[in-house]
């Protein structure tokens, strides 16, 4: 059964810098896709980025191309979410899931077609 460990959270200041990691476990790492979300309480959750990990390709939300960056370790079997120039409204718990398929999808994140969540990591952007 696939399992997300998501770490590399905390407090930056607006314009800051983090890197969240995302280790997985529990299953073949070039069979699926991951992907990034990220959830304020009361409010849904949001994808940001998918990676297919068969060949890399990456999916990303428009509304945070520019500043974010996935990348993996396949030795590793992590995936990473580098994140510029934060701002408050990117305060959020952040969390992996594995996609259904080893492609992701071209259009959109859909929730429910990603399992296996990890417990998340907080980001709180704040001066």
């Known amino acids: 059964q696939a399992h997300f460990v998501e770490s590399g959270g905390g407090l930056v200041q607006p314009g800051g810098s983090l890197r969240l990691s995302c280790v997985a476990s529990?299953?073949?790492?070039?069979?699926?896709?991951i992907g990034w979300f990220r959830q304020v309480p009361g409010k849904e959750r949001e994808g940001i980025s998918c990676m297919a990990m068969y060949d890399g390709s990456i999916y990303m939300e428009d509304s945070v191309q520019d500043r974010f960056t996935m990348s993996r370790d396949n030795a590793k079997k992590t995936v990473y979410l580098q994140m510029d120039n934060l701002k408050p409204e990117d305060t959020a718990t952040y969390y992996c899931?594995?996609?259904?398929?080893?492609?992701?999808?071209?259009?959109?994140?859909?929730?429910?077609?990603?399992?296996?969540w990890g417990r998340g990591t907080q980001v709180t952007v704040s001066s």
């Open positions: 899931a594995k996609y259904g398929l080893h492609i992701c999808a071209g259009f959109g994140m859909v929730v429910a077609d990603y399992d296996s």
């Open positions: 529990g299953f073949r790492w070039g069979d699926y896709a």
